[in-house]
């Protein structure tokens, strides 16, 4: 694996690692979906859907690839949104009175229910990550970052001593007489 990948994924905020991985969800589900929409309908009982899957298929690609972007925040509102569609359509599904095959229907419901829930807890938490985007950024020139006037802070530490146990055992070099220099070794400046 390589270190950089390791160390970027390890440093990225849980809401934007959600967002990555429901974008590689995404692919491989739009993925299936253009590629083999009979496997998705027949089970279903929704043949002669395939059309209207794999353009759900195309938009699940789409979304994933906007999830794995630096700022996922819209790319996974598209994916809540699509699920809502999705969820339609298995709803007219559920309710035709020629498909034998209602409860396959029902448990892709309950599955897309989950992940939609998902997709809303991700796109709610990305929105609040990613809100400073969208005004204008705040101007701080004014500010020195001290809490007081730098006149009154200078020397404010100076007597600040070292806990005993954070002590090394050797003499602070601020605190060095310096190198000593004798007949036989020679100056540093020399």
């Known amino acids: 694996m390589n270190r950089s990948h390791s160390y970027m994924s390890h440093s990225l905020h849980g809401s934007d690692r959600l967002a990555r991985g429901l974008g590689w969800f995404s692919l491989g589900l739009g993925l299936c979906q253009v590629l083999a929409p009979r496997k998705l309908t027949k089970p279903l009982g929704m043949e002669g859907f395939e059309p209207m899957?794999?353009?759900?298929?195309?938009?699940?690609?789409?979304?994933?690839?906007?999830?794995?972007?630096t700022n996922p925040t819209l790319a996974i509102w598209?994916?809540?949104?699509?699920?809502?569609?999705?969820?339609a359509a298995l709803a007219a599904a559920l309710r035709d009175k020629h498909n034998p095959k209602k409860e396959n229907v029902g448990v892709a419901m309950a599955a897309l229910g989950a992940v939609t829930a998902l997709d809303l807890y991700c796109a709610?938490?990305?929105?609040?990550?990613y809100a400073y985007?969208?005004?204008?950024?705040?101007?701080?020139?004014?500010?020195?970052?001290?809490?007081?006037?730098?006149?009154?802070m200078r020397g404010a530490a100076s007597d600040f001593e070292t806990p005993k146990d954070m002590r090394a055992a050797l003499p602070s070099p601020a605190k060095?007489?310096?190198?000593?220099?004798t007949p036989t070794t020679r100056s540093p400046i020399e």
């Open 53 to 69: 899957v794999m353009a759900c298929g195309a938009r699940e690609i789409a979304c994933g690839i906007g999830a794995l972007s």
């Open 176 to 181: 060095s007489p310096g190198p000593r220099v």
């Open 78 to 87: 598209s994916r809540v949104g699509g699920d809502a569609l999705d969820l």
């Open 124 to 129: 709610t938490k990305l929105q609040k990550r």
């Open 133 to 152: 985007q969208a005004g204008p950024t705040p101007d701080y020139s004014d500010r020195s970052g001290f809490p007081h006037p730098v006149d009154s």
